[in-house]
């Protein structure tokens, strides 16, 4: 059984910077990883992915300001958010992708002033 462990998650004023982490309980060597989110009273979206050779993928509204990356061993995967926009706020998750995982708790996002 796979575990994920989120965090870095916080409350930050708008254009300001937050990175998070998710440690996997194994390698995550040869899988797709992705973070995702979910805002209260809508559908869990994904954020971003990153494939086995560090090809990455973004959610358009978070082009150029969010930045996926990886380490396969121990397994982690990282989101680097700049530019946090109050629209950003959200619980975080990570996951593999296609997501067959359990979720683990997430990490929360708040972009306020």
């Known amino acids: 059984q796979v575990q994920l462990v989120e965090s870095g998650g916080g409350l930050v004023q708008p254009g300001g910077s937050l990175r998070l982490s998710c440690t996997v309980s194994?390698?995550?060597?040869?899988?797709?990883m992705a973070w995702y989110r979910q805002a209260p009273g809508k559908q869990r979206e994904l954020v971003a992915r990153?494939?086995?050779?560090?090809?990455?993928k973004y959610l358009d509204s978070v082009k150029g300001r969010f930045t996926i990356s990886r380490d396969n061993v121990p397994g982690a995967v990282y989101l680097q958010m700049d530019s946090l926009k109050p629209e950003d706020t959200a619980g975080y998750y990570c996951n593999n992708d296609p997501n067959t995982w359990s979720w683990g708790q997430g990490t929360q996002v708040t972009v306020a002033s």
């Open positions: 194994g390698t995550i060597f040869g899988i797709y």
């Open positions: 990153i494939t086995t050779d560090r090809s990455t």
